[in-house]
Every structure is written in C-alpha cells, then in structure tokens.
C-alpha cells in the first residue's frame, strides 16, 4: 500500500530564502508525483506533475525534482515570497489508476 | 470559465440524518473523485468515478455514497452522518487522459458538521 510522508509539518522562513520541502514515497511504481498548493480554507491548486519517465519540472520560482528509485521528490522555491505562504502537498499517483494518495502537508510560513 | 464547484460550502447537521454534498464540473470531464480532509490524515479518497454510470470505493468509503447519472455531477450522500464524519470535503475532477498526465483540479471545499 502506497505511503506518502511530508516533512517537515512545518516551516517558517525569512523572505527572500531559498527552501526545499521534501516528499517521500514507499512504492516506486508511481504514474506521475504532483505537487498542489492549498491556501487556508480554499481547495488545492496544481503547481507541478512530474510525469515517472521525467526527472524534473520548472514552473517561474518553482522546481519539483523526482528521483523514483530512492522514493523521493523535492521541491525547491527559489527566494521565497511571504505570497508563497501556504499549504504545501504532494500527491502519487497510484499505479495508472488516476487515484492519488496524499502526503499531510508541509505548512509554510515565510516573513516579511 | 470551466470549473467545478461545490455546494453547500459550510453545513452542520445531526446525527443520524442524511447529507447529500452537491459537487458539478463544467470541463466536461471523465473522471470525479471525492476527499476528505482531517487534520493529521491529508487528503483521503472516499469515492470515485470514471465516467457516467461508473462508482468505485476508495480508501474511506464506510457510510458514504455515490452516484453518477450525467458528466457534470458527482453527489456524496452520507446515509446516515456520524460525528466522526464531521470534515472538509473536496471534490475533484480530472479529464482520464493517459494517466501519466492527467491533472486534478478542486473544488473550493465543503466543511460539514455533524452534531
């Protein structure tokens, strides 16, 4: 059965820092590894999918790498924003069944 | 714009009565899936659908139900609600291209109560 582990919970951070937030897998046989971001009270915003045969994708401040045979992925926010402030999930995706199982989240609070 | 929405956005009901939580996406897509989220356990997949006519349990199905007449629409029925049952529910939809890239998209998210 396909655990998906967060850490850290949370993480506060000065602005302007760059950060990694880590996401780890316990079944390498994964279709893609997607990362969303939820704000507090509203539903979850796609950042990035990162496809089993790719090893990363950039979107603007934002890189998500996926190493399957180690069970990892990462993502890299390069000179945090205290807009980036939120809620951060990575989801697998089970084995082509379009069904995704989430991590808890890492919290991310980043001062001004 | 395509999007999907929920309704209600907040409910508080009793114990023992039962809850239909409306989800409707306007992209026309194949697959809707339906979450709920709990401090401590993230998001866990209560029912999903491939297409119409199609209903498949995930994870956390006890007590909940679901059926799909038409594209748009995904209720969640709770039969009978239980104050264990009292979460925030997402809906979500995705197109069911190859699966390698199928992304999907949330709904704004239903907080229910159960007294």
């Known amino acids: 059965k396909q655990e998906v582990t967060q850490i850290p919970a949370a993480l506060s951070v000065p602005e302007g820092e760059n950060l990694v937030l880590n996401c780890s897998f316990t079944d390498s046989a994964i279709y893609n590894l997607q990362w969303f971001r939820q704000d507090p009270g509203k539903g979850l915003t796609s950042l990035l999918l990162i496809q089993s045969s790719q090893r990363e994708q950039t979107s603007g401040r934002l890189n998500a790498s996926l190493d399957k045979s180690s069970g990892r992925s990462t993502l890299y926010i390069a000179a945090s924003q205290p807009g980036d402030s939120a809620t951060y999930l990575c989801a697998a995706e089970d084995s082509g069944t379009y069904k995704y199982i989430f991590g808890t989240g890492t919290r991310l609070k980043v001062l001004a | 714009d395509a999007e999907i929405t929920q309704s209600p956005r907040h409910k508080i009901t009793e114990t023992g009565r039962q809850v239909t939580l409306a989800c409707h996406q306007t992209w026309n897509h194949n697959n809707m899936f339906w979450y709920r989220q709990d401090l401590g356990h993230g998001l866990r997949l209560i029912h999903y659908?491939?297409?119409?006519?199609?209903?498949n349990k995930g994870e956390v199905s006890d007590g909940y139900s679901v059926s799909r007449s038409n594209t748009e629409d995904l209720p969640l029925t709770l039969e009978s609600a239980a104050s264990s049952q009292t979460s925030v529910y997402f809906c979500a939809s995705s197109r069911g291209l190859a699966a390698s890239t199928d992304t999907q998209y949330f709904g704004p998210g239903t907080r229910l109560t159960v007294l």
């Open positions: 659908s491939y297409g119409v006519q199609d209903t």
